[in-house]
């Protein structure tokens, strides 16, 4: 077995491989209301393709989880982003919106030559040669935390980028550019959850921060649902702030807490966990869109229902001297 490099990913390597899906769907999202109008089918079905992404994602991750405990990380990573590169290339030949599909394709050009040059081995040294899959399944299947947490982490964020085009370009009237500067406002309560985590953590504990986290995205999104029935922009604007500084609160500690002890398998427990977890999100875009009428209501009336099963489903379950 090949020895494991001693250098650690970077920091700016290791954001711009783990921000490298959500700065695909970033760009993808937007033009949702005009593959509707391109293709001539109803918003429903075109939110559809983010349903069938998150699919394909979630056997995705399943595979390269268990391929990198077999051949290494750094193999398995420039293999997997290769492959998106040449997915890309087959969506540019085919015609349709060109532009969107040369930005990917730069995207992941950029990012195979920086992983290329910088990503060292991490594969530990003490993974055995085969993983034994269903072994790792089974324990998986019976760890009571890691379907407590698996519940936590929702598809909230992914049924709002099927969504939120629809109520923000069609029924506010913004332009695509004018949608996109509202990504901001997810990196904002992205970097305000990993704020609060960070100081709250040592003082109240990981599993209480993660409960005050629940706590901010409830009241967040009933207060959005009262806001989207007054058809306040800027008021809802502020509150899907919220809402996410309290989801990205939680995030953190349900990530760093999620699959310890498993870090011999790791890559084949994060992609037997990942793939629980995309299928969920699949289910929960899916159900996004059969929920989509137009009305600006039923977002906010969504994120308030799985935020309050979430709340529950941890504060019934994990207990605050579960650190």
């Known amino acids: 077995m090949k020895n494991v490099s001693k250098k650690s990913p970077s920091i700016l390597l290791m954001i711009v491989l783990v921000g490298f899906p959500q700065i695909s769907e970033s760009i993808f999202t937007p033009v949702l209301p005009m593959i509707s109008q391109a293709f001539h089918v109803s918003a429903q079905t075109a939110q559809l393709t983010m349903s069938t992404y998150f699919m394909a994602f979630a056997f995705g991750v399943l595979f390269w989880g268990w391929l990198s405990d077999q051949i290494g990380r750094r193999l398995t990573m420039l293999l997997g982003i290769g492959v998106y590169l040449l997915g890309n290339g087959g969506l540019l030949l085919a015609g349709h919106f060109s532009w969107l599909i040369l930005a990917r394709l730069v995207q992941a050009f950029g990012a195979i030559l920086y992983a290329g040059a910088c990503l060292p081995e991490t594969r530990p040294a003490g993974v055995p040669a085969q993983v034994n899959i269903g072994a790792v399944t089974k324990r998986l299947l019976t760890d009571k935390k890691v379907w407590v947490y698996g519940a936590v982490i929702s598809g909230i964020l992914f049924s709002y980028y099927a969504e939120a085009p629809f109520i923000f370009i069609n029924h506010f009237h913004l332009g695509t550019v004018q949608y996109g500067w509202l990504g901001l406002v997810l990196a904002a309560a992205s970097i305000l959850g990993a704020m609060t985590t960070n100081y709250g953590a040592p003082k109240f504990g990981a599993v209480m921060m993660a409960k005050i986290g629940l706590v901010l995205a409830l009241i967040g999104s009933l207060l959005l649902l009262v806001a989207s029935y007054h058809d306040q922009l800027l008021l809802m604007v502020i509150l899907i702030l919220i809402v996410f500084w ?70 019934l379950v994990i207990q605050n001297n579960e650190e």
């Open 246 to 315: 309290g989801l990205n609160t939680t995030l953190p500690v349900v990530l760093n807490l999620v699959l310890v002890g498993y870090e011999a398998v790791i890559g084949t427990a994060s992609g037997l966990f990942s793939f629980g977890y995309y299928l969920a999100i699949s289910a929960l875009t899916y159900g996004m869109s059969l929920l989509h009428t137009g009305a600006i209501s039923r977002l906010p009336l969504y994120i308030v229902t799985i935020v309050a099963v979430m709340a529950l489903w941890y504060g």
